[in-house]
């Protein structure tokens, strides 16, 4: 079956523009988390949705960071007013729901803030 | 913070079985040791996972220390396609996000 999705692969901005990044998780997949890498570090963990609802928002950097998801599936990860500092690898995974379920990933999209 | 501490990059050469060390002191009772790795360019790949016993899957081996203090994940016939980065991750017990380390940079040379 088709795995985790991310759009855009790439994206391309100016300092100060707002942009969504898309994430479709696994179908029937419940929980789904955004990370991001910064160049040459690891991942850092962004926020955490069970269903529709988040439950943990504790990695999310700043108030101009926000996600959403609708209908248990798609989520978008919005920056406001971006920064040169926000460019990075965005990841979403999802999860089939036990607890111990692994996380799948996506592929990402390279956010560059010019 | 990561409850992990990994070597930052080990070599292996091709065919030769990859050991790659992960202590974990600080380990709750009822947290999970995960590998992932990420090749160049591409998201983390989920290896395999264990809480106290010893688990093997068609990719690797993982190794936990009676203590559940560290652990060993074993590549039993590296090839190059193995050159990775490895993370070693404990899950935060009650939530699912995985808190990632800077790993260990294998390269498996010819």
């Known amino acids: 079956g088709a795995g985790v999705s991310q759009s855009p692969s790439n994206k391309v901005t100016e300092k100060g523009k707002d942009v969504e990044l898309r994430c479709d998780p696994i179908?029937?997949?419940?929980?789904l988390y955004w990370y991001r890498q910064s160049l040459g570090q690891g991942l850092e963990f962004l926020i955490y949705f069970q269903g529709n609802s988040a439950p943990d928002k504790s990695g999310l950097p700043s108030d101009r960071f926000s996600a959403e998801r609708t209908g248990g599936s798609v989520s978008t990860l919005t920056i406001q007013r971006t920064q040169q500092e926000d460019s990075a690898v965005y990841l979403c995974?999802?999860?089939?729901?036990?607890?111990?379920?692994?996380?799948?990933f996506g592929p990402g999209t390279r956010l560059t803030v010019l | 913070d990561a409850k992990t501490t990994q070597p930052p990059s080990m070599d292996c050469a091709e065919g030769r079985a990859a050991n790659l060390p992960c202590n974990h002191s600080?380990?709750?009772?009822?947290?999970?040791v995960y590998w992932y790795r990420q090749i160049h360019s591409q998201g983390p790949q989920y290896i395999i996972h264990?809480?106290?016993n010893n688990e093997t899957n068609e990719m690797a081996s993982l190794i936990i220390t009676e203590d559940r203090k560290s652990s060993t994940l074993i590549l039993p016939h590296a090839t190059l396609r193995d050159t990775a980065v490895y993370y070693c991750i404990v899950r935060v017990a009650n939530t699912d996000k995985l808190i990632f380390g800077t790993g260990t940079r294998l390269q498996v040379f010819p």
């Open positions: 995974a999802s999860v089939g729901g036990r607890v111990t379920d692994t996380q799948y």
């Open positions: 179908s029937g997949h419940t929980a």
């Open positions: 600080t380990i709750s009772g009822n947290e999970y």
């Open positions: 264990g809480l106290k």
